[in-house]
């Protein structure tokens, strides 16, 4: 169904800035599910991009060879003709909406198709009913989480029926609930005979799922491996390829110790309102010097309002204190550095050497290769971060997080679109400049990065703090349950 024949591609106008792919050959039959994995920057999205036909029509760069869907070389075909056979959900989900409200924007692309009120209806229900989209219908776009904006794109596109479905990293900002669901869509796309390439670092959800995996290095298919193989293969082996575990009762963890010697950061009657509903309500909380809190919750539950609040950067009443200094907005504004969950709305110089070190002291220079080479992005130096792959930016941004030189750091899902091996190097980097911030607050659904940098789990629910516990023998074991039962 899926043809690529001596396929190359390299980005840039005349072909000369980034290497994309490099002699990709790769058959896809129809109602295959197929696994597209390796490294972050290995060539992955590229592929999802070849097979959308947003390359070349959309991203400039040299293509050589033939990418052809039921024989038909769809690179000499307008794209809207390749959409009509491939829907594609992106990275950053929010990139392809074209509407201020969620029920405009399952309609939206059945209305483009041309499609009459009667059936477009007919489809808006049926896709609300298979993604479980009642509470999110009739919603501004704009207060929907990460999680909540990856749901409404799969189920925009489902709308339109196509018949290649092209998934980039689509479990990136879910929680485990959610990754469950895609999952169980996954199955019934599966079943209705639909094919479908998943781009993704989360393999465990797809185990059952994928027929193929094509593991991918420097922009070069290294291998094919089917399910079989890749389940008979060791905890070590698949570290070494950079893959994510396939098996989340299978990771280890060390218990962490804190010795804090620092001034605490103490939150009290911490109150946010969206109109008159209350959406964040934490009475008390404490969080000692060098700690790494991981904020654990449903898609919805209040984690990123809660980073906004600490952060000063959201209305909302309550008190501050660190140490014996109360924190008003404009000191706790001065003291804390965010990395967004989608950074590319904190990416803005020309290359990463600028974007680290932007408004920072300029002796960072001094550290600046070492703190590169240890994040992978040592040969990015002088790339435009907008031309890096989503896990390297995601790299770059931390990196600028690190050299701000700040009392609290907050990441907002910091290991989407991280490989195994970037996720490791995270994780010790953030453990290592701990002992020197006040506080590490982690917005993650990766229980994976839980287990291998966070001391403490604060979990949310409804806006409320739910449990707020060590992660000790007894903590490890109780956030285990909680993401495996599907609940993370």
């Known amino acids: 169904m899926i043809k690529l024949e001596n396929v190359i591609f390299m980005y840039g106008e005349k072909g000369t800035k980034d ?24 060539g992955k999205t590229t592929i999802t991009r070849l097979i959308n036909g947003l390359i070349p029509h959309f991203y400039q760069g040299r293509l050589m060879g033939s990418i052809t869907i039921d024989g038909k070389d769809i690179s000499n075909q307008p794209i809207s003709k390749t959409a009509e056979l491939v829907g594609s959900v992106f990275q950053n989900p929010g990139s392809q909406f074209f509407n201020v409200d969620t029920t405009s924007e399952l309609a939206f692309g059945c209305e483009n198709q041309g499609m009459v009120v009667e059936d477009i209806l007919e489809r808006v229900e049926e896709t609300k009913q298979l993604f479980d989209l009642d509470r999110l219908m009739n919603r501004s776009i704009f207060e929907l989480s990460g999680g909540e904006k990856q749901r409404i794109a799969c189920g925009s596109i489902y709308a339109t029926k196509p018949e290649i479905f092209v998934l980039d990293e689509p479990s990136s900002n879910l929680d485990s609930r959610s990754i469950e669901n895609l999952r169980k869509i996954i199955a019934k796309l599966k079943q209705q005979g639909k094919t479908i390439i998943v ?6 959800y797809l185990k059952e799922l994928a027929d193929r995996y094509i593991y991918m290095e420097d922009g070069v298919i290294k291998k094919e491996i089917n399910a ?15 893959l994510r575990t396939l098996d989340l009762n299978q990771i280890e963890a060390e218990i962490k110790i804190i010795q804090s010697t620092g001034d605490k950061l103490e939150i009290k009657k911490l109150n946010c309102k969206r109109g008159k509903n209350t959406i964040l309500d934490i009475v008390d909380l404490t969080i000692s010097h060098g700690e790494i809190i991981a904020v654990v919750g449903d898609n919805g539950a209040g984690k990123s309002t809660f980073a906004n609040c600490l952060c000063g950067v959201m209305k909302h009443e309550g008190n501050y204190f660190m140490g014996t200094e109360k924190l008003n907005n404009k000191k706790r504004t001065a003291k804390s550095y965010m990395v967004m969950q989608d950074v590319n709305h904190q990416l803005f110089t020309e290359s990463v050497t600028e974007e680290v070190i932007l408004n920072q002291n300029r002796e960072v220079l001094d550290h600046l290769d070492e703190l590169l080479h240890s ?9 435009h971060p907008m031309a890096l792959s989503g896990g390297q930016k995601q790299r770059v941004a931390i990196a600028s997080a690190i050299c701000a030189n700040k009392d609290i750091l907050i990441y907002d899902e910091p290991t989407s679109g991280l490989d195994y091996t970037n996720m490791t190097k995270i994780c010790k980097l953030i453990k290592r400049m701990s002992h020197d911030i006040s506080a590490t ?11 291998g940098c966070c001391t403490r789990v604060l979990h949310l629910a409804k806006g409320k703090v739910e449990d707020y516990y060590p992660l000790d023998k007894e903590g490890i074991e109780k956030v285990k349950e909680y993401f495996i039962e599907g609940r993370g």
Request: aromatic share 4%.
């Open 441 to 451: 607050i982690i917005i993650t659904h990766d229980l994976e990065f839980i287990l």
């Open 228 to 242: 079989q193989e890749l389940n008979a293969l060791h905890g070590n082996e698949i570290a070494a390829m950079g």
């Open 375 to 383: 994040l992978n992005l040592l040969d990015e130096k002088d790339t």
């Open 19 to 42: 290497k994309g792919v490099v002699g990709v050959n790769l058959n896809i039959q129809k109602g295959e599910c197929i696994v597209l994995c390796g490294k972050s920057g290995c």
């Open 199 to 204: 781009s993704e670092h989360r393999l465990y």
